[in-house]
């Protein structure tokens, strides 16, 4: 089974702090996708970022970074210098493949809040 | 270009009558996806078309529920003898292909709530 954990369901931050946003998975697929996505209030998903299972390398953005460690199953997502504009509800997912080819399993997602 | 356009953007319906929510995805994409969103949660999978052809329902909660893409391209997810517990946001989603680890690309959703 897939499954996409983000305990933290909430999380506020003042303007230009950094911050992690959690997210750990579980399946049985040796091959398998992680993304994240941004739903600003709007409620449009926005695509953020993928990462395959066979590649473990972290990868920086701007002020996005992203730490895939397979070893803990965890794909957390950290905002450097955090803005307003990035309140946000973000949600971590994960695709398989096989009889779930196609299908995203999406965490519940952290609700982020910037002060300024 | 344009992305992935849902209608309506919001919808109210009494329990018990039939609605239909429309998705025109990104041309071209082949494939065509729709997830329910509830409050305070991720979207959660209904069902997927590759083409015309839905390649996989087994997340359509029951059979009140039924999505077509006759012309491999708009699609329309049906619900019948509303309930209460139908309200929800529906997001259509459309991809290039169906190849694994696809980018989907989201519509804005319809909101529908069933009174």
């Known amino acids: 089974a897939q499954k996409v954990t983000q305990a933290q369901t909430e999380i506020s931050v003042v303007e230009k702090e950094d911050v992690t946003l959690d997210c750990v998975y579980e399946?049985?697929?040796?091959?398998?996708?992680l993304f994240w996505y941004k739903q600003p209030p709007s409620g449009e998903l926005v695509f953020l970022i993928r990462r395959n299972s066979f590649d473990e390398q972290n990868e920086i953005s701007g002020r996005y970074s992203w730490n895939f460690q397979k070893s803990t199953s965890s794909f957390n997502f950290t905002i450097t210098a955090s803005q307003v504009v990035d309140s946000a509800v973000y949600f971590c997912a994960l695709s398989g493949r096989g009889s779930t080819l196609g299908r995203l399993y999406f965490g519940r997602g952290t609700q982020l809040t910037v002060w300024p | 270009g344009a992305g992935v356009s849902q209608t309506p953007s919001n919808k109210v319906t009494e329990k018990g009558k039939y609605v239909e929510l429309r998705c025109d995805p990104i041309s071209g994409h082949t494939a065509l996806y729709w997830y329910r969103q509830s409050l305070g949660q991720g979207p959660e999978f209904l069902i997927y078309f590759q083409g015309t052809g839905a390649a996989d329902d087994s997340g359509l909660p029951n059979d009140r529920f039924f999505a077509v893409r006759p012309e491999g391209s708009v699609s329309t997810l049906k619900i019948q003898r509303t309930e209460r517990g139908d309200s929800a946001v529906y997001l259509c989603?459309?991809?290039?292909?169906?190849?694994?680890?696809?980018?989907?690309?989201f519509g804005p959703g319809t909101r529908l709530t069933v009174l």
């Open positions: 989603a459309s991809s290039p292909g169906l190849a694994g680890g696809q980018e989907q690309f």
């Open positions: 399946t049985r697929d040796t091959t398998y996708y």
